[in-house]
């Protein structure tokens, strides 16, 4: 019977750290694009030729990844909401300019431009080179410090993480927002390095509430947590709302499910994901107050269209106690608004009229050609100037996109037979009456 040979053990070697080892074509693009950088820091492009072939590669042996995205510890977060925020991420930083002119974006910047600061402070670089490197790496790490690019690269990426964070949030669900992580400067050979970004969630907050006898629940408006500043729930003072008033009782803000209903369904041309964006913009952060044709305060829901901020609805709400509860959206064209009012009194259109045609919707503006109803263009474009609402931004409906030629024809004939109508001069009365039911209709 023979014997099996044993195998021989083999001693025990240490493992040695793994540099980054690239080819030709990728080292070629990173120290084209370091001449630009440098450049636009507004160093002569040929410092970077200071340093030798071997140096040049010791630059970029750390390989910089784009940061990424993960849950906190302890936070529920979607995993589609982590893949969203990562994409939106990486595409912001690949078509947005540090510096246009030279053709840098922010992915440059962090990969190319961190890699450079990175090594121009480690002193197991800097150490062993010669006298003239050391004193141009030195230098140049001071030029990156004062132009503080370090400092703005993680401000565009927190501002755009923030943004999308918003985006995703809900007031019925929860309120998303980022950690603060810690950004240590590579150091050594590594052979990479990410930056890891935790996002954070905080349950809705709720609150219960009675109006006209009826038992209804609230949800607090708030912005998530970003960086050292906490999850912070939306606040306006009430001298805001009621200018007399001496004293800043600062009120908190809450909306009602049926006005992110409303919302939903009135403003439907906007993104879906984008709701909460605008919710935070009116309530949060503009807080527009429009006094009412019938005297009531009202808070503007506004949107950027073309760098400007335009008024697309209006939130009606009451005041409990220390809070501020948003009841509905009404449409801009109700009569119950500034804008409704004007076209009310032009064309004695009743809310149910408006319901009937569309118009509560901003979808309308889209359907309808009203270039060819002369009697509403003339009020809507030539009078109240709304032909914006077509340019709304994270509109999935296109400014150039066919009208409906069945609801124009619909809507035209509308108008024509109201024009052939009679209307009596002694109805002021009950157009008044009208008025004020119709508020009581739209408001629930």
Same mark, same amino acid.
């Given at each position: ?234 606040? +306006? #003072?009430?001298?805001?709302? =009621?200018?007399? $008033?001496?004293? /800043?009782?600062?009120?908190?803000? @809450? *909306?009602? !499910? ?111 050609? +009203? #270039?060819?109803?002369?009697? =509403?263009?003339? $009020?809507?474009? /030539?009078?109240?100037?709304?032909? @914006? *609402?077509? !340019? ?53």
């Amino acid at each position: 019977m023979t014997k099996k040979k044993k195998k021989k053990v083999q001693p025990a070697t240490q493992r040695k750290v793994v540099t980054g080892k690239h080819s030709t074509t990728y080292l070629n693009a990173c120290y084209a694009m370091a001449r630009r950088i440098l450049q636009s820091l507004g160093e002569d492009d040929s410092t970077f030729d200071i340093f030798t072939k071997r140096q040049k590669q010791d630059i970029f042996r750390i390989v910089i990844l784009p940061p990424r995205i993960v849950a906190a510890q302890g936070h529920k977060v979607p995993k589609q909401y982590i893949r969203h925020i990562q994409e939106r991420l990486i595409i912001d930083m690949r078509r947005m300019y540090f510096d246009e002119e030279l053709g840098i974006t922010w992915m440059d910047m962090a990969t190319v431009g961190l890699s450079l600061l990175s090594m121009f402070t480690a002193k197991d670089f800097t150490d062993n080179l010669p006298s003239l490197q050391q004193e141009t790496a030195k230098r140049l790490r001071k030029v990156f410090e004062t132009k503080d690019v370090f400092f703005k690269l993680q401000e565009f990426i927190i501002q755009k993480i923030k943004l999308t964070s918003i985006v995703l949030s809900q007031p019925n669900f929860r309120i998303y927002g980022q950690q603060v992580s810690d950004i240590p400067l590579p150091t050594g050979p590594t052979s990479c390095f990410q930056q890891v970004v935790p996002i954070t969630a905080h349950e809705c907050q709720t609150l219960r509430f009675k109006y006209r006898n009826i038992e209804r629940t609230a949800y607090r408006i708030a912005m998530g947590q970003c960086q050292s500043q906490p999850c912070t729930g939306a606040t +306006i #003072e009430i001298s805001k709302i =009621l200018p007399n $008033v001496e004293h /800043d009782r600062i009120l908190n803000i @809450y *909306i009602q !499910s049926h006005a992110i209903h409303r919302f939903k369904e009135r403003i439907d041309t906007l993104f879906p994901i984008l709701r909460n964006e605008f919710f935070v913009l009116s309530l949060m952060l503009i807080q527009r107050i429009v006094r009412a044709p019938n005297g009531m305060q009202l808070i503007a829901c506004v949107m950027p269209i073309k760098g400007e901020i335009k008024t697309i609805g209006y939130f009606a709400f009451t005041i409990e106690g220390e809070n501020l509860l948003v009841l509905t959206l009404l449409p801009l064209l109700s009569n119950a608004v500034p804008e409704g009012r004007i076209l009310y009194d032009r064309l004695h259109l009743s809310n149910e009229d408006l319901k009937y045609l569309g118009m509560d919707k901003l979808s309308f503006f889209y359907e309808v050609d +009203i #270039e060819q109803i002369p009697a =509403l263009k003339r $009020v809507l474009y /030539d009078e109240l100037h709304l032909e @914006y *609402i077509r !340019s709304i931004e994270n509109s999935f409906r296109e400014k150039d996109e066919p009208f409906n030629e069945k609801k124009t024809l619909f809507v035209k004939n509308f108008f024509q037979k109201l024009e052939e109508q009679t209307f009596n001069n002694d109805n002021d009365d009950n157009d008044n009456e009208q008025y004020t039911e119709n508020i009581n209709i739209l408001e629930y």
